[in-house]
Structure formats: C-alpha cells, structure tokens
C-alpha cells in the first residue's frame, strides 16, 4: 500500500545534502526530511560510542517525526549501525553497503581505495564489507579529515584543497587503484578538485545513484512508495543553523524548492 509519510535522511552536516538531492531526483514524488547535526560536527574524530549516541539521538527524532523510513547518509555513523536493518520497527539503510558494491562491480584489476574519516578507517568498514562481496579485492584506505571542513567551507575549485587532494591521494595513485570510494557524503563536494588528481583512469564512486537502486527494490517489493500524485515536499533541519549551511542547502537542492529551514534539539 503506497505510503506518502516522507524519508528520513541523517548526516553530521551538510555532506548528506548530496544524498537527499540524488534521491530527491530519484523519487521525486517522495518527500523528505532531513537532519544535518551540525551543532556537533565533524564525527570523523569521535568515538564510536559517542556517534552511536548522536545516532540514536536523530533516529528517535525522525521517528517522532513520522517518517517512513530512515537512511544514514553519514559513513562514519554508518560504521556504528552496519549490521543493523530497522530501528524502532522502520526500515533502516546506510550508505556502505551500497558504496561498495558499486566499487566492485568498477574495479577491473581488483585495487580500490577507500578515502573516508579518520573514524571510518580505522573502524575498517568499507575495507571489510569490499572483503566480503570479493575476497580478490585489494583495498587502500587514507583518512582525509581536513576534507570535511573544506567542504563545510565551500572550499571548491579552491588552491588549498588542490594542495590537500594532492597530499592525501599521492601514495594511493601510485599504488594502481581504478576505483576510489568517496567515503564521507562531504566529499561528492569536493568531486572536481579529486577528479583533476585522479584523472579519468580513476572511477570515483559515491553511494548515492546506488542507494536509490535500493531503496526502489525495496518501494516495488514493499509497495510502501509515495502515490504518483503525492504532493511531494523537502524539509530540512539542523541542530544549528548557520547562514553558510541555509546558502548550501537552497542551492544543494536546485531547481527543488525545500521549505525552511529549521533549527532543531535532539
């Protein structure tokens, strides 16, 4: 039975903003809403207890807040709720998995890296899952913690990210890798100034265009898609609203208007 209640989506700040604008494209009969917790961001260099914590935290607001089903598109929360599939009775997704089936079904000669958080690689969740999908797979993973404020700064096309790209990528090109995950939803942002370093030799994948592979598998098995006629609406919150992010959004989402914003406790 189609299900108009909207989607809803999760980051630590305006990263997963690439996320909400695939799936929005996507589906765009659906509604959203989505969190961006950026009073406590980044999560890159925090605990996995303490994500986990700010995790809970949002999935039981967006519950509150009647959604229909709930999808991080923060990897490094992602590493915390991995192997789990519902939360408070909805159906969860996150966007691991789908990064690394897309990585393996790109990679040619088997080298994929894996650029993400400092939280997300030492935690091993890519390399593990792209493991267990292909045991022949060599992956490299390089912790790029500065491209998170970069992108929260807007910083693109810029000579300072150029020098930062350059720096965290080197060794892996050398290394022959074909496919690099963009492992944080920030760095989509950042996409032009990593392809200039990488070249066309090198695939980039972001686990957008695959999470909504998935979640269409999962509206025709479940039919619990929003009605063709659904009066389709994006609304965005943040535990702290900044000028930059309210810019960032709007123009994230164009040509889609979202309603807005909204500045929320959790």
């Known amino acids: 039975m189609s299900d108009p209640r909207a989607i809803g989506i999760f980051d630590s700040g305006l990263g997963g903003l690439t996320v909400l604008k695939t799936l929005a494209s996507e589906f765009p009969q659906e509604s959203f809403l989505y969190l961006g917790d950026v009073a406590r961001l980044p999560y890159g260099n925090k605990s996995p207890e303490t994500i986990r914590k700010y995790g809970e935290q949002i999935l039981r607001f967006l519950v509150q807040r009647n959604v229909k089903m709930l999808i991080i598109a923060c990897n490094t929360a992602s590493t915390v709720f991995l192997d789990e599939n519902q939360f408070s009775g909805l159906p969860l997704f996150n966007v691991i998995p789908p990064g690394s089936s897309a990585a393996i079904e790109s990679t040619k000669n088997k080298k994929i890296g894996v650029i993400a958080t400092s939280t997300t690689v030492k935690g091993h969740a890519y390399k593990k899952t792209l493991e267990k999908m292909d045991s022949r797979v060599e992956v490299l993973e390089v912790a790029c913690p500065l491209f998170v404020p970069l992108a929260e700064e807007g910083m693109v096309n810029d ?63 479940t ?22 992010f309210e810019e960032f959004a709007k123009k994230m989402m164009e040509p889609r208007k979202v309603g807005e914003l909204e500045r929320v406790v959790v």
């Open 159 to 221: 000579e300072v990210t150029q020098l930062m790209v350059n720096r965290y990528l080197k060794n892996l090109i050398a290394e022959k890798i074909d496919t690099l995950v963009l492992g944080c939803t920030h760095y989509p942002i950042l996409k032009d100034d990593i392809a200039k370093v990488t070249g066309p030799g090198i695939e980039l994948i972001e686990s957008g265009k695959v999470l909504a592979k998935i979640i269409k598998s999962h509206f025709e098995a």
């Open 223 to 244: 039919k619990t898609g929003a009605p063709q006629n659904n009066t389709a609406q994006i609304n965005i919150c943040a535990t702290d609203v900044t000028v930059q």
